[in-house]
């Protein structure tokens, strides 16, 4: 299970014990890293710990949330996910979270549905912050050349010895001289690929069909070619596996 740490910022003992008490029941994998009662308290916490969340009161003493959201933002290069928690209902808080692109705003006492929907909001966001954009060029080795191209145009490689055969968008085949363990691990980042077996790395979006009787993936390319691909057992039941989540 994946742990996201938070840091929750609240000046009332009551509203932060029942946080606490639910994010402890409900979702264990949010490890609270500390709690502190106002922004500047805060504000030195989050720089040393960092933590992938942060439930804020809107409403703080002395130095308000707003003034704590430019510090981070000024020394921060990746700032934490923020769900607003507040007492009150009020347009002003609610133009406040989504000018700081919040990821909800909660009111306490905090209610365990909004919870469990704003933290579900807080890993899908997650899960894409790291994936690096498809189309990001990357360079492989080939015999006399070297081959520059984007993850997207790649539609599948099957490892052939110590190099491998990349299939193309365009319809092309190019013998690149790295091994498939090489390969996948420049194209990992781009949550693109699948490894089907020993012998396959699959790009998800160009698959169209699975023959269960052949054992054997259909894939299509953006200008309409179309590639089948004899799979291991092994390598069929990953992708069965994987689109029939």
């Not at 365990?112 to 899908?124: C, N, Q």
């Not at 949550?191 to 077996?197: C, E, H, P, T, V």
Request: proline share 3%.
């Amino acid at each position: 299970m994946k742990k996201y740490t938070a840091i929750i910022v609240e000046d009332e003992r009551l509203p932060l014990l029942s946080l606490i008490q639910k994010l402890n029941e409900y979702h264990p994998d949010i490890e609270i890293a500390d709690t502190c009662d106002d922004a500047e308290t805060s504000l030195e916490k989050i720089l040393k710990i960092k933590p992938d969340l942060l439930f804020l009161d809107i409403q703080l003493p002395n130095k308000n949330s707003l003034w704590l959201i430019a510090q981070l933002s000024a020394a921060l290069k990746s700032m934490p996910y923020i769900i607003f928690t507040t007492a009150f209902k009020s347009a002003d808080y609610l133009l406040q979270a989504i000018k700081f692109q919040a990821i909800d705003y909660l009111l306490k006492p905090v209610n365990i549905v909004d919870l469990a929907k704003a933290i579900t909001k807080m890993k899908e966001l997650a899960n894409n912050r790291n994936i690096t954009d498809p189309n990001t060029k990357y360079s492989f080795h080939t015999y006399n050349s070297t081959l520059i191209i984007s993850a997207s145009e790649i539609v599948y490689c099957e490892a052939d010895g110590n190099y491998c055969k990349m299939f193309t968008d365009k319809y092309t085949e190019e013998a690149i001289f790295e091994r498939l363990n090489n390969i996948e691990a420049k194209l990992l980042s781009t949550k693109l690929f699948i490894r089907a077996g020993k012998k396959h790395l699959v790009n998800k979006k160009s698959i169209y069909r699975l023959n269960l009787r052949r054992q054997s993936c259909h894939l299509k390319t953006s200008i309409n070619n179309f590639y089948e691909v004899k799979l291991s057992a092994g390598g069929f039941a990953a992708l069965k596996i994987e689109f029939e989540k």
